[in-house]
Structures are given as structure tokens and as C-alpha cells.
């Protein structure tokens, strides 16, 4: 068991838990810098702002696993290799003997795969919870077919028409609807109260509220949400920006809905008062859209604070802006340095047994970038014990499916005197035994894999 964990926490922790740490710390900047200007800003730039950092782990997660695949920069300096040896190579890989505890090492990857275990295990039963609730809601909206009357179903059409909006939403009234709410997005349906629905005033209020939820796509991004956090079932700040991402949202509708000439606050007061006081909707799949009355006095307070944007659209562009620098400074913190290659102007294209290329079009791609070696070779016993150090450099070819085969040494530390050869055969098995245990992506020459010659030179460094 313990050697299963190891190898999950080995395989997650540069693809998957470096970009979530750097994340959280990004995220728990921007989250907080947003509580100092709490009511400086718009509600509906808090409500796309949160949404941008949520959607912004995701993507992050999914642009490093990228990067890493982006072609490598593989050539180094010529002091790394031989004269003679004009060939392509990786960049170089110091491993540190200090860095090499074996112990350490291993309990923080078993620890990392506990979690990473841990994490699926939650992030399963969320999506399918996820999965149940939006298919519930989906067989629900096949039974909850428009049945306003025509009255009704008229001053809807009319208030849509008044707020701007080119979609027809449908209506239905019904005993098993506790609060208006809204569901759909190609085909809106609005669900209301009878007893709302027969008021007039009433009904244009809470209309009013959940079309401007309808024109702002509330019902999709929610949906979005929901995923990025059944993917983070774990991790407690997307649970917080979750929940104050659905805050705002609905400060922000009612700071537009108040912003109606035909809507009084008093009035709207009321009307969130009296929904706050009925029961929770008798139907399971209703429950994920109905308001809280946890945030109900907060919102209350709210009203009178936020102020109502001039411009949406700059909401939208912050939330935007916001979401790629996030995902800039993650992806691209966690991407692999490569060093710069060099011509091979005097390289011929094939070596000299005439087996392999030299010089192709798109070199190989070592999956997973310099990372993937670093895992797999640590600093030998052996080679500690009698202080042995240097560079190793061994050639091998990349092949077309992607294996590294007929690798062969071409230079190792010299022996000094009383070194056992088995201490310098030791730096050299580690390095054989990496590549064993590294995939590539092949070379391609006139848009065709080919057999592409390589080398890694490796420097092993005991402590000062």
C-alpha cells in the first residue's frame, strides 16, 4: 500500500499539487485584497472576479500539464559535452546528494498520494452529486412545461422586453416552486409561487430578479462553479470563494432589479423577507437554485452599500484580466527552464552508424520536462559513502514510439585511488535505470517520427 501511495504522490506532485499550491497562494492574495475594497467595488465585479479565480484553478492545472509538453529547448552550452560529440542533448541535471534522502523524500510522496487519493475520492462523490442534481433538473423541466396564463405570461413577456432582453422566457406556477427562481439557458423557464404569481406588484419584482439572473447567464456559470468545486471537493478557499461568489451574485441582481425606476427598496425588502420565511422546495433538484437565508440579512445590509456599475462589461474584463494573470503566474511558474541550444551547422543529419537522425525538424519531447528525471534518479549509497562525484554523460536514441533505447555511457567521474568500481558503476545504473523509466514524444523530420540521437549529461554533487 504504501508503495502505491508513493508512486500516486511521485506521478501528482509537480503535474498536480505544484500548480495547486502556487494557486492558493495567488488566490488567497487576490481573495483577500477583494475583502479590503469590499464596498468599493461593484457587486457584480466581486460576483465575476471570484467566478475568474475559481475557473482560473482548472485552467491553471490543465495550461502547466502543457507547458510541459511544449517543445523543449534542448540543446546546452558547448562546455557541457565533448568536442566530438555535436549531437543533441538534454539540458543538464545536477542531483544534490543533501537533496537525495531517501526517506524524506518518500514520506512526503506517500503523504501526497494519501491526499491525492483522498482528493478523487471526494471529487467523485461531488460530480455525482453534481451529475444527479442537473439530471433530476432536467427530467423536472420536461414536467414543469409553461403553464402561466396568458395574463401572466404577457407582463413577463412585456418586462423582458423592458429589460432587454431577446429571449422568451416561458412561465410556471406551481405549489411545488416555494421562491421564484430560474433554470435553462437556451429555453428559460421561470418558476413562481401562485400566490406570488397572482400578485401583480409582487410578481414584477421577483421577475425582475430572475430575469436579470437569465440575461447575465447566472444559470451556466453556476453550473461551471459547481464543477470547479465538486474537482476541489477538498480544498476549503474554493468552498469559500463558492459560496461568496453566489453571495454577490445575488447582491448584484438586486442592486441591478433596485436599480429599476419601477422598484421600490422597501418594497424588494419585503418581498426577500416574505420568500426567506417559507419552507425549502419540496422537490430535491430545486434545492441547489434556492436562495439561502443564511445571506439574507447580509444582503439586506448590502443594498444600501454597493454601488451599481455604470458599465457591467468592465466586471467582465476584470474577471478576465484576473483569470489569466492567475493563470500566467501558475502555468508558467511551474513550466520546466530549459537551457538555449545551440546551431549544429557542422552536424551531419545522421550519426555516424547511420541508424538515427542528429538534426530533425521538431526534436524529441521529454515528457513531464526535466522534472521527470529529477524523480527518478537520486544520489546512490554507495557513491556517498566513498565520496564520489562528477558528471556522467550518456548518449542514447529516442525512438519513434517514444522509448529511449541503446543507451550507452560516454563519460563517468574517474576513479581515484581505493574508489571500488561499483561506486562509479552506481552513478552510471542510476542514470541507465532514469531513462528506463522516461517517455518521449518523438522526433519529427518532414513532419514524420524518426529514430532522433541524443544525449543527458548528469552531475552528481556531494555537499560542501
Known amino acids: 500500500m504504501l508503495d502505491l501511495l508513493h508512486t500516486i504522490g511521485h506521478a501528482t506532485a509537480s503535474a498536480l499539487w505544484a500548480p495547486v499550491l502556487l494557486w492558493t497562494l495567488v488566490a488567497a492574495l487576490a481573495w483577500g485584497a477583494l ?94 452529486q453534481l451529475l444527479r442534481d442537473t439530471y433530476s433538473l432536467y427530467r423536472l423541466r420536461g414536467r414543469l412545461s409553461p403553464n402561466a396564463s396568458p395574463h401572466v405570461q404577457n407582463a413577463i413577456d412585456a418586462l423582458t422586453r423592458s429589460l432587454g432582453l431577446q429571449q422568451r422566457v416561458r412561465v410556471h406556477v406551481s405549489d411545488e416552486v416555494p421562491v421564484p427562481m430560474a433554470c435553462g439557458v437556451r429555453h428559460p423557464l421561470l418558476l413562481l409561487p401562485p400566490d406570488i404569481a397572482a400578485d401583480a406588484h409582487a410578481r414584477r419584482l421577483a421577475a425582475t430578479h430572475e430575469l436579470v439572473h437569465i440575461q447575465r447567464r447566472d444559470y451556466l456559470l453556476e453550473l461551471v462553479l459547481r464543477a470547479v468545486r465538486a474537482l476541489a471537493a477538498i480544498h476549503p478557499l474554493v468552498h ?140 546512490p549509497d554507495v557513491a556517498r559513502e566513498h565520496n564520489v562525484e562528477g558528471r556522467v554523460i550518456v548518449q542514447f536514441v529516442v525512438s519513434t514510439d517514444g522509448t529511449a533505447e541503446r543507451a550507452s555511457i560516454l563519460s563517468s567521474p574517474e576513479a581515484g585511488d581505493g574508489t571500488p568500481p561499483e561506486a562509479i558503476e552506481a552513478l552510471e545504473n542510476k542514470v541507465l535505470a532514469a531513462l528506463d523509466h522516461t517517455s518521449f514524444t518523438p522526433g519529427e523530420l518532414d513532419g514524420t517520427p524518426v529514430d532522433t540521437q541524443m544525449s543527458l549529461p548528469v552531475v552528481f554533487q556531494l555537499p560542501e
Open 35 to 128: 475583502g479590503l475594497f469590499r464596498t468599493r467595488l461593484s457587486a457584480l465585479t466581486h460576483y465575476w472576479m471570484h467566478a475568474g479565480l475559481l475557473v482560473s484553478l482548472p485552467v491553471s492545472i490543465l495550461g502547466s500539464l502543457a507547458i510541459h509538453r511544449l517543445p523543449l529547448l534542448t540543446q546546452p552550452p558547448a562546455p557541457l559535452l565533448p568536442d566530438v560529440l555535436p549531437i543533441r542533448s538534454l539540458g543538464r541535471i545536477t542531483v544534490d546528494a543533501s537533496a537525495s534522502a531517501p526517506t524524506a523524500t518518500s514520506l512526503l510522496f506517500v503523504v501526497l498520494g494519501g491526499i491525492t487519493l483522498c482528493a478523487a475520492g471526494a471529487a467523485l462523490v461531488a460530480l455525482w
Open 240 to 379: 469559500r470563494l463558492y459560496n461568496d461568489a453566489r453571495y454577490y451574485r445575488e447582491v448584484a441582481c438586486d442592486a441591478t432589479s433596485c436599480a429599476q425606476p419601477y422598484v421600490e427598496r422597501a418594497a424588494y425588502a419585503r418581498l426577500l423577507l416574505r420568500c426567506a420565511q417559507r419552507p425549502a422546495a419540496p422537490l430535491p433538484a430545486l434545492l441547489p437554485f434556492a436562495r439561502s437565508n443564511a445571506t439574507l440579512k447580509p444582503r439586506l445590509h448590502a443594498m444600501s452599500d454597493m454601488p451599481t456599475p455604470t458599465h457591467p462589461q468592465l466586471s467582465i474584463l476584470a474577471s478576465v484580466l484576473l483569470l489569466v494573470f492567475t493563470f500566467g503566474l501558475v502555468a508558467c511558474a511551474d513550466a520546466p527552464s530549459e537551457e538555449t541550444p545551440t546551431a549544429l551547422d557542422d552536424a551531419s543529419i545522421m550519426n555516424e552508424a547511420g541508424d538515427a537522425y542528429i538534426q530533425v525538424d521538431s526534436p524529441p519531447q521529454l515528457d513531464g520536462g526535466t522534472a521527470a528525471l529529477y524523480e527518478n534518479i537520486t544520489y
